[in-house]
């Protein structure tokens, strides 16, 4: 059992830069995939970001890669998404989720996307951007 919980949200304008963060509690936190989400009012929870158990691996959605970096510390039973060159079209509720197939596959792919694969989600945090 993994508890997630987000922080870090805010409304900046574009172009400005956030840096989310997802600490976990429980144990075994270095043995799961992490992955970040986004939600926009009336949309799909849509992938943005996931990193292998060791870090080592990373995947990023076409819309944020370049702009998103996705890093964690597994002392510290932390994953970060630092977003940069944030556009309008970036905001949403961020969610960070915890993948369970981590202990198996030390890497992240395609495969990494389906939000349905992690068993375990945080409450989510706010992210605006005025144009």
């Known amino acids: 059992q993994v508890q997630l919980v987000e922080s870090g949200g805010g409304l900046v304008q574009t172009g400005a830069s956030l840096r989310l963060s997802c600490v976990a509690s429980g144990r075994s936190f270095s043995t799961y995939t992490m992955g970040w989400f986004r939600q926009g009012p009336g949309q799909d929870r849509e992938f943005v970001a996931a990193?292998?158990?060791?870090?080592?691996?990373?995947y990023y959605a076409h819309s944020v890669k370049g702009r998103f970096t996705i890093s964690r510390d597994n002392a510290k039973n932390t994953v970060h998404l630092q977003m940069n060159s944030l556009k309008p079209e970036d905001a949403g509720v961020y969610y960070c989720a915890a993948d369970p197939r981590g202990a198996v596959i030390d890497t992240v792919s395609s495969s990494s996307v389906d939000p349905y694969e992690y068993d375990y989600w945080g409450q989510g945090t706010q992210v605006n951007v005025s144009s």
């Open positions: 990193t292998s158990r060791s870090g080592g691996s990373t």
